[in-house]
């Protein structure tokens, strides 16, 4: 088995109060960023570095800020459009903002209040697609 990962964060682990609404909602906006579920089981899925399970008695869902790439404008445009469709709510339509020139990205938030982006940082080359892992 081989898997994907990026240099600093190992996995981000949300947890929703609504599991099935948050599943729906991250199969919408993560197709359109060209993603999609590669693992999951009851009450989980992950993709990528994202890990997404149900919260019960015991838990809360989480409420944080997690930025996702995107590849161009017009993919941050889909996502927020897909997100609002899919029941996310807006926190701020697709725009350049401040914090560096071409920084382009829309705001959401989704089923548990995170604070999802999709953000496209200007024409960039990259030097691998991901990390591969394979294990020994």
Do not use: C
Request: hydrophobic fraction near 45%.
């Amino acid at each position: 088995m081989t898997w994907h990962t990026g240099r600093l964060i190992d996995h981000v682990h949300l947890r929703a109060r609504n599991f099935v609404a948050t599943r729906h909602f991250y199969t919408a906006v993560l197709g359109v960023l060209g993603l999609r579920i590669d693992q999951s089981g009851e009450g989980w899925f992950q993709v990528d570095e994202l890990f997404v399970d149900a919260a019960d008695a015991r838990t809360i869902p989480t409420h944080i800020h997690l930025a996702l790439q995107a590849r161009d404008r017009a993919m941050v445009d889909a996502f927020y459009k897909t997100a609002l469709a899919a029941g996310g709510k807006d926190n701020g339509a697709p725009g350049e903002r401040h914090y560096h020139p071409g920084y382009y990205a829309a705001f959401v938030l989704d089923p548990d209040g995170n604070n999802i982006e999709a953000v496209f940082h200007g024409p960039v080359q990259r030097s691998a697609a991901s990390v591969e892992l394979n294990p020994a």
